[in-house]
């Protein structure tokens, strides 16, 4: 499956189940790869939309897949603490 075969699945779905944002060619690049069957390792900042890198894979195909996702949750609430104490 090719980038543009992803974001056309992931648009039709969009429309049926009311989502209201764009993927972004990071998250499309993520799920082109796990969906080749290739490994994928991302480092994207807080923010930016991991999440959808690795649900995305799911939602656009038909035979379920396992996903490993290490999250680096400490350093995500480390920065939300120091954001809330600025």
């Not at 969906?35 to 390792?41: A, S, W």
Request: hydrophobic share 40%; glycine share 4%.
């Amino acid at each position: 499956m090719d980038s543009e075969d992803i974001e056309a699945v992931f648009n039709r779905k969009k429309e049926s189940h009311g989502i209201a944002f764009e993927a972004k060619a990071e998250q499309i690049s993520a799920a082109k790869s796990i969906l080749n069957r290739r490994n994928c390792v991302c480092f994207l900042p807080t923010g930016f939309g991991k999440t959808l890198c690795f649900v995305l894979n799911t939602v656009v195909q038909d035979d379920p897949t396992i996903t490993l996702v290490i999250s680096p949750l400490l350093s995500l609430m480390d920065n939300q603490m120091d954001t809330l104490k600025k």
